[in-house]
Structure formats: structure tokens, C-alpha cells
Nanobody, 120 residues
Framework: VQLQASGGGLVQAGDSLRLTCAVS????????VGWYRRRPGKEREWIGA????????YYADYIQDRFTISRDNAKNTVYLQMNSLKPDDTAVYYC??????????????WGQGTQVTVSS
């Protein structure tokens, strides 16, 4: 199983960015896919996840409706749409999957991460 996150970059505060997670080695609809981030000097934190059905989504409270997770099962791809970005959102963003990605927020397979930098 492999995941590859992409779409990161340098943006300004208030901008939007969409990250992509390409899943291979399994059919993405078989498993939920989660997004995480690691901000500089901080522990990795869970952002949210989407069920294999593509309908049920789950988010951390701090997201405050700024981020949306969606998926295209035909393309085995999961997206993280980020709006109203803040400098505090600067982080390396990761996608992950596994049997406990929703129930325990724990990923078994991880992508390499993509850097998002938000300037003020």
C-alpha cells in the first residue's frame, strides 16, 4: 500500500489550497483515509478522515469548518481542501490509511508528506 500526498506550497494568509492523496495498492473505498499535520516544533495532530463510502467525514474541533475532506474513489484519490489559511497552519501534511484510521485515528500506511507554508 502506498500513499502520496501532494499539492503543498507557499501561500498567503487567507488563501486556499487543495492537497491530494493518491492511494495505490488497495482500493481506496476499502479503507478510510485520514489527514494529519505536523507543525514546526509540535506533535503530529489529526485533522480528520473520510470513510471508504466517501460520505461520512470526521474532523478535529480546531478545524472549525475551514477544511473539507473528499474523495474520488474512481481515481483512488482523497483531497483536503483548506480555506482561510492562517500562518499557524504551516506544517507538513500527511495522509494515511488503515483499519483504525477513523475509530482510533491511527494510520498503518503513510504518505511522505507535503509542506504547506502560510505567510502572513
Amino acid at each position: 500500500v502506498q500513499l502520496q500526498a501532494s499539492g503543498g506550497g507557499l501561500v498567503q494568509a487567507g488563501d486556499s489550497l487543495r492537497l491530494t492523496c493518491a492511494v495505490s495498492g488497495l482500493t481506496s473505498r476499502d479503507c478510510g483515509v485520514g489527514w494529519y499535520r505536523r507543525r514546526p516544533g509540535k506533535e503530529r495532530e489529526w485533522i480528520g478522515a473520510i470513510h471508504g463510502n466517501g460520505i461520512n467525514t470526521y474532523y478535529a474541533d480546531y478545524i472549525q469548518d475551514r477544511f473539507t475532506i473528499s474523495r474520488d474513489n474512481a481515481k483512488n484519490t482523497v483531497y483536503l481542501q483548506m480555506n482561510s489559511l492562517k500562518p499557524d497552519d504551516t506544517a507538513v501534511y500527511y495522509c494515511a490509511t488503515g483499519n483504525n484510521i477513523i475509530s482510533r485515528r491511527r494510520g498503518d500506511f503513510w504518505g511522505q508528506g507535503t509542506q504547506v507554508t502560510v505567510s502572513s
